[in-house]
């Protein structure tokens, strides 16, 4: 079963930098697609930023150039790095991973896929 816990999220000021963490029981397979969603209040969660088990990177157009998704395979740990936060980065931040099968990771990003295991989320509050 694979089990996903988010940290480091936390509250801060606009153009401000956090680091999430997403720590995994394991992956889902061999080929995994790892994701970070983000729920802003008033609006539908979306996909934010995915990486898969080969560490292609993908970025919704929200974020790109502020945010940065890596892993440490070895820790089955998968980080967010978001630097220059604004107000509307406000929301709860979840992790996400599925078994990686042809593009899967790519249709995460375009909102057409939804993985399968969820962490419980971590809230980020940015201020201005």
């Known amino acids: 079963e694979v089990q996903l816990v988010e940290s480091g999220g936390g509250s801060l000021q606009s153009g401000g930098s956090l680091r999430l963490s997403c720590s995994a029981s394991?992956?889902?397979?061999?080929?995994?697609?790892m994701a970070w969603f983000r729920q802003v209040p008033g609006k539908e969660r979306e996909a934010i930023a995915t990486i898969d088990s080969d560490g292609s990177q993908r970025y919704a157009d929200s974020v790109k150039g502020r945010f940065r998704i890596s892993r440490d395979h070895a820790k089955k740990i998968v980080y967010l790095q978001m630097d220059n936060l604004q107000p509307e980065d406000t929301g709860m931040y979840y992790c996400?991973?599925?078994?990686?099968?042809?593009?899967?990771?790519?249709?995460?990003?375009?909102?057409?896929?939804?993985?399968?295991?969820w962490g419980q989320g971590t809230q980020v509050t940015v201020s201005s």
């Open positions: 394991t992956f889902p397979s061999s080929t995994y697609c």
């Open positions: 996400a991973a599925e078994q990686l099968t042809f593009d899967y990771c790519s249709a995460i990003i375009r909102g057409q896929a939804i993985p399968y295991y």
